[in-house]
């Protein structure tokens, strides 16, 4: 009879944030163990934030955001109209990490790019 006693004390709890927290997480390193990634369940990663325009570095590879409505800061321009890139690793994120811009605004191959 006492085995049943302290049974029934138990007291049913709900799970708290804790728990849940902690089972997101388990979910993340289950999966990411398992080599995924959320571009494999259709999330891409914008290049800039909605408010912002992605620019170019002139003579280097690499970029940065502006916010729109302001002009590009001293030593980038803004992306070749129809060469933007959107989303990482899109088709023009790539090409970017090879090619950039001269001083004469002409799309030039960078020697050892990524």
């Not at 849940?20 to 990663?45: H, K, N, P, Q, R």
């Amino acid at each position: 009879m006492t085995a049943f006693r302290r049974i029934s004390r138990l007291r049913m709890t709900r799970p708290g944030k804790r728990h849940l927290i902690a089972a997101a997480v388990s979910a993340t390193a289950v999966l990411a163990l398992a080599g995924c990634s959320l571009s494999d369940f259709g999330y891409e990663e914008g290049i800039c934030m909605e408010n912002e325009y992605p620019t170019l570095a002139v003579g280097a590879i690499g970029g940065d955001c502006v916010t729109k409505g302001e002009e590009p800061p001293k030593g980038y321009v803004r992306y070749p109209e129809g060469k933007e890139p959107q989303k990482v690793d899109d088709k023009w994120d790539k090409y970017w990490d090879t090619h950039t811009v001269d001083k004469e605004g002409r799309i030039v191959e960078v020697p050892g790019g990524n």
